[in-house]
C-alpha cells in the first residue's frame, strides 16, 4: 500500500516562508511526476507546482518566481519551497505523485494547512 505523507503546514506571516515535504511510502517500483495541488475555501484544485522523474518543472503563473519545486529520489519525497507568502496563498496543500506499483497509479496526500495572515 502505497502513502503520500504531508508535513510543513501551518501559520506564517504576509512576506514569510513555509517549505512543505511530501514522502512516499510502500511498494514503490518508480515514480514518475510529483507534485503539489492548493485548495481555498469555495474554489476549485489547483496545480501549484509539478517535477518529473528528470527534474523538469513547471508552475502556477500566481507563484512563479516564489515558490521552488524539488525532490530526492533517493528519499521518494518532493519539496516545496514557499517564499514571500500572500495571504492568497492561503489553501489546503495536496501532494500527488504518479507512482508505479502493482500498475501506474495517481495517489494524493491528506493535505496540510497553509495560512497566510497578520
Same mark, same amino acid.
Given at each position: 500500500? +502505497?502513502? $503520500?505523507?504531508?508535513?510543513?503546514?501551518? $501559520?506564517?506571516?504576509?512576506?514569510?516562508?513555509? =517549505?512543505?515535504?511530501?514522502?512516499?511510502?510502500?511498494? #514503490?517500483?518508480?515514480?514518475? *511526476?510529483?507534485?503539489?495541488?492548493?485548495? *481555498?475555501?469555495?474554489? *476549485?484544485?489547483?496545480?501549484? *507546482?509539478?517535477? &518529473?522523474?528528470?527534474?523538469?518543472?513547471?508552475?502556477?503563473?500566481?507563484?512563479?518566481? =516564489?515558490? &521552488? #519545486?524539488? =525532490?530526492?529520489?533517493?528519499?521518494? &519525497? +518532493?519539496? $516545496?519551497?514557499?517564499?514571500? $507568502?500572500?495571504?492568497?496563498?492561503?489553501?489546503?496543500?495536496?501532494?500527488?505523485?504518479?507512482?508505479?506499483?502493482?500498475?501506474?497509479?495517481?495517489?494524493?496526500?491528506?493535505? &496540510?494547512?497553509?495560512?497566510?495572515?497578520?
Amino acid at each position: 500500500q +502505497v502513502q $503520500l505523507v504531508e508535513s510543513g503546514g501551518g $501559520l506564517v506571516q504576509p512576506g514569510g516562508s513555509l =517549505r512543505l515535504s511530501c514522502a512516499a511510502s510502500g511498494s #514503490i517500483f518508480s515514480i514518475y *511526476a510529483m507534485g503539489w495541488y492548493r485548495q *481555498a475555501p469555495g474554489k *476549485a484544485r489547483e496545480l501549484v *507546482a509539478a517535477i &518529473t522523474s528528470v527534474g523538469s518543472t513547471n508552475y502556477a503563473d500566481s507563484v512563479k518566481g =516564489r515558490f &521552488t #519545486i524539488s =525532490r530526492d529520489n533517493a528519499k521518494n &519525497t +518532493v519539496y $516545496l519551497q514557499m517564499n514571500s $507568502l500572500k495571504p492568497e496563498d492561503t489553501a489546503v496543500y495536496y501532494c500527488s505523485a504518479l507512482i508505479v506499483d502493482e500498475g501506474e497509479n495517481d495517489y494524493w496526500g491528506q493535505g &496540510t494547512q497553509v495560512t497566510v495572515s497578520s
